[in-house]
Each structure stands twice: as C-alpha cells, then as structure tokens.
C-alpha cells in the first residue's frame, strides 16, 4: 500500500473525506519526523513505539575489491510493533 491507497482506506474507514484524510496524515508523518529529530520516541499503545537508534562508526570490506572502508556513524528509525498490532497479524 502506498500513500494514497492508505488515505483511501483511512477516508472508507473514517467517513471523512480524502482531502481531509491527506491533512491528518501529512500532519501525523511531520509530527513523526519532527518529534523523531529531538530526540524523543514515539509510543501508541497497541500499536507500536518509534524510536532513534545509533550505529558506530565501523570499518568495512568493499565485496568488489576486498578493500577496508571506514563506514560512517549513523542514526537510523526503529519501530518495535505493540502486542496488539503483533497478535492480529
């Protein structure tokens, strides 16, 4: 599913419309992202936590001339799913 046919499912399932449907969820994924950059993680419960996570930095092979590259540190997003969401799949 991709953006619109979750905005679709969204305005079926909420009775609103789609041009409202895209509001919220345009708001939802900035409140997401803007929250995720301060720092802080994100918990709906039953459905699952958002949170930040880092890598270290670490040394590397290149797998098409075997060559050691340094890898840069890095932050990445992690999302564990709640039980709720984990037991109705």
Same mark, same amino acid.
């Given at each position: 599913?991709?953006?619109?046919?979750?905005?679709?499912?969204?305005?079926?399932?909420?009775?609103?419309?789609?041009?409202?449907?895209?509001?919220?969820?345009?708001?939802?994924?900035?409140?997401v992202?803007?929250?995720? @950059?301060?720092?802080?993680? &994100?918990?709906?419960?039953? !459905?699952?936590? +958002?949170?930040?996570?880092?890598?270290? /930095?670490?040394?590397?092979?290149?797998?098409?001339? @075997?060559q050691?590259?340094? &890898?840069?540190?890095?932050? !990445?997003?992690? +999302?564990?799913a709640?039980?709720?969401l /984990?037991?109705?799949?």
């Amino acid at each position: 599913m991709n953006k619109l046919g979750l905005i679709d499912a969204m305005a079926t399932n909420s009775g609103l419309s789609k041009v409202d449907c895209k509001k919220a969820l345009e708001a939802y994924i900035e409140s997401v992202s803007t929250t995720l @950059k301060n720092g802080e993680k &994100i918990t709906l419960v039953g !459905f699952g936590t +958002f949170s930040i996570s880092k890598k270290s /930095a670490r040394i590397g092979v290149n797998p098409s001339n @075997k060559q050691k590259i340094q &890898i840069p540190a890095k932050k !990445f997003v992690k +999302f564990k799913a709640g039980n709720v969401l /984990a037991e109705s799949i």
